[in-house]
């Protein structure tokens, strides 16, 4: 089992920043794939950013691409989200998701991962 926990979130103002964490523990945290999902309320969970294993690749959606960069320490068994410019649309429930990097998957889809954090709230103010 993998246990995600998230911090970093808070209420900022349009145009500011701010850093996401996500803590792993349980299993080999390289071994995984990492995600970041957000949820606005009454909207459906949404790709935000991906990750793999070793850190070579990574993807953003559209909406963040620019904006916000994702990296992990896999000494340090974390996953962060740098998130820059931020608007009063990246308001959401920011989740981390994690897969094992083996097998076949739609990186962009929050079903195909297998663990996930609680979550952490960001707010942005206009």
């Known amino acids: 089992q993998v246990q995600l926990v998230e911090s970093g979130g808070g209420l900022v103002q349009a145009g500011g920043s701010l850093r996401l964490s996500c803590a792993a523990s349980g299993r080999t945290f390289s071994s995984l794939n990492m995600g970041w999902f957000r949820q606005a309320p009454g909207k459906e969970r949404e790709f935000v950013s991906h990750?793999?294993?070793?850190?070579?690749?990574?993807d953003y959606a559209d909406s963040v691409k620019g904006r916000f960069a994702i990296s992990r320490g896999n000494a340090k068994n974390t996953v962060y989200l740098q998130m820059n410019s931020l608007k009063p649309e990246d308001t959401a429930v920011y989740y981390c998701?994690?897969?094992?990097?083996?097998?076949?998957?739609?990186?962009?889809?929050?079903?195909?991962?297998?663990?996930w954090g609680q979550g952490t709230q960001v707010t942005v103010s206009s």
């Open positions: 998701a994690g897969r094992d990097y083996i097998g076949s998957y739609n990186r962009r889809t929050w079903s195909d991962y297998a663990y």
């Open positions: 990750i793999t294993w070793s850190g070579a690749n990574t």
